[in-house]
């Protein structure tokens, strides 16, 4: 079913907004990886890596459905300034937390339209969402717990490395 030329910006928003999410993940592993946290760095890497994903799916979604998006304006990062690992888990869980408002509001605006096709793939965007609100929680609590521990830092540091693609 061709998708509705009303919904298109919304999907263009979102898609830009995964876009915007893997460079804040992107700046994060930079920072992290400045730091010698190389976990860190690598989980946040890899959740780069995921949100650029997810902006293709988007993608394919609406070109699948004769739309043709449009990615919009992603400006320049503005980076924390050494931000401890306690910071830029407690920047990720904000910024998961905006993406997630994002999609529950694509859902409303699909639902208004009676845009029933996009409803599987927003179904698993918003379960997803919860997995990984919880996932950043979770490591922003295990932070929050050592607080500058240094060996509490390099533990999770090392949970942080061996945590594999196919999450979180």
């Known amino acids: 079913m061709k998708i509705p030329e009303s919904l298109v910006p919304a999907f263009e928003k979102q898609i830009t907004l995964e876009f915007r999410a893997a460079l804040t993940y992107r700046q994060l592993a930079i920072e992290m990886a400045a730091q010698s946290l190389p976990g860190t760095a690598a989980w946040f890497t890899r959740q780069a890596d995921e949100e650029v994903l997810h902006a293709q799916r988007f993608i394919d979604h609406v070109l699948d459905r004769g739309g043709r998006p449009v990615i919009g304006e992603v400006p320049a990062q503005q980076p924390l300034t050494n931000p401890t690992p306690l910071e830029a888990f407690r920047a990720a869980l904000a910024h ?3 993406v997630s408002a994002a999609i529950r509001e694509l859902y409303v605006a699909t639902e208004a339209a009676g845009d029933l096709d996009s409803r599987p793939l927003l179904n698993e965007f918003v379960a997803e969402q919860v997995e990984e609100e919880a996932t950043v929680g979770e490591v922003l609590s295990a932070l929050e717990r050592v607080g500058d521990d240094g060996p509490g830092l390099l533990r999770i540091d090392a949970d ?6 196919t999450g979180a």
Request: aromatic letters at 0%; hydrophobic letters at 20%; zero cysteines.
């Open 96 to 98: 998961e937390e905006k």
């Open 160 to 165: 942080l490395a061996s945590r594999g693609t």
